[in-house]
């Protein structure tokens, strides 16, 4: 089992950055895939990014890429999400998620484990 405990969210204003963190509790075992996703509301809950924490692979969804990135710390069990160039789309409750597996997608399905989540807002 493992534990996800989401921090670093927050206000910013549109063009600013933040950095949210995710530290990881437990059996790194569930922790060897790791990703980021997010649900504004009244929408569907979207992956952001996914990491191999061993090897580094990464997978971005395009409204991201060379925005975001996502990184991890072996040394803290910790994931990271930058997030510069922020936009008012990107608002959204951010969800820290982990898996044993490694399947090289953002879908919901293939991450067992989660966190409560932290919010982004981001404001025009």
């Known amino acids: 089992q493992v534990q996800l405990v989401e921090s670093g969210g927050g206000s910013v204003q549109a063009g600013g950055s933040l950095r949210l963190s995710c530290a990881a509790f437990?059996?790194?075992?569930?922790?060897?895939?790791m990703g980021w996703f997010r649900q504004a509301p009244g929408k569907e809950r979207e992956g952001v990014a996914a990491?191999?924490?061993?090897?580094?692979?990464?997978t971005y969804a395009d409204s991201v890429k060379g925005r975001f990135t996502i990184s991890h710390d072996n040394a803290k069990n910790t994931l990271y999400l930058q997030m510069n160039s922020l936009k008012p789309e990107d608002t959204a409750m951010y969800y820290c998620?982990?898996?044993?597996?490694?399947?090289?997608?953002?879908?919901?399905?293939?991450?067992?484990?989660w966190g409560q989540g932290t919010q982004v807002t981001v404001s025009s």
């Open positions: 998620a982990a898996d044993s597996r490694w399947l090289g997608s953002l879908r919901e399905a293939d991450f067992g484990y």
């Open positions: 437990g059996n790194t075992y569930y922790t060897y895939s």
């Open positions: 990491i191999v924490t061993d090897g580094g692979s990464t």
